[in-house]
């Protein structure tokens, strides 16, 4: 099957004229004043709506036991 008709440069500007990339939306945190996207959880302080959800000093706290252990037992 052939193609019939052939689309101008125009038509296809016009069709791809809503593909035009945004910058996301940022909100300000109410406990550190930092920026985060909207309707997620601050990355820095753990809070979302002035309210604490996530105690990240118990997650990185975490994380460095758990690359201790690695390095551990690369060692031996």
Do not use: F, W
């Not at 004043?33 to 990355?43: G, P």
């Not at 309210?51 to 706290?61: N, Q, V």
Request: aromatic share 2%; glycine share 6%; hydrophobic share 30%.
């Amino acid at each position: 099957m052939t193609v019939r008709m052939r689309h101008t440069r125009a038509h296809t500007g016009n069709r791809r004229s809503h593909h035009a990339l945004t910058a996301p939306r940022l909100s300000t945190c109410a406990n550190c004043q930092k920026s985060h996207l909207r309707h997620r959880v601050c990355e820095n302080c753990g809070s979302y709506r002035g309210k604490g959800i996530i105690d990240l000093t118990a997650k990185i706290e975490a994380k460095q036991k758990k690359r201790a252990a690695k390095k551990e037992l690369a060692t031996k």
